[in-house]
């Protein structure tokens, strides 16, 4: 199975899954090039093969994402206006790390810190 993103304007409007069949050469073997045809011809519009595992484009494609062609990766929508975007990564980041004392933590905007989730 792979997974496929519809990209409007730069925008992830949908994410589907496509059988092992329609993504395959005839010797069997998967190409992104034949699934997003296949995409294209099922539903329409223009396709991005996106993995589970960030192998391919940085991050899974989610709806709402962007899809930034000069990267060539899926960026989600950043969380608070404080994130800074990893550029090789391509995820946010808080300005301040998260505690990696194993307890739960939200971020507070207003004052730029973590706080103790309970």
């Known amino acids: 199975m792979a997974h496929f993103a519809k990209v409007e304007n730069g925008v992830v409007t949908q994410v ?18 034949i699934g997003a045809a296949f995409c294209e011809r099922l539903i329409g519009g223009e396709w991005k093969q996106t993995s589970y595992n960030g192998k391919m484009r940085k991050n899974y494609a989610g709806i709402g994402y962007a899809y930034d062609a000069g990267r060539d990766a899926f960026i989600a929508p950043q ?5 800074v975007l ?33």
């Open 79 to 83: 969380p608070f206006p404080s994130w």
């Open 86 to 118: 990893n550029e090789q990564s391509c995820q946010w980041e808080a300005p301040v790390p998260m505690p990696t004392d194993g307890k739960r933590y939200v971020w507070d905007e207003a004052t730029l810190t973590w706080i103790e989730s309970v």
């Open 16 to 33: 589907i899954v496509v059988g092992n069949k329609d993504t395959a050469s005839a010797e069997g073997v998967e190409k992104e090039y």
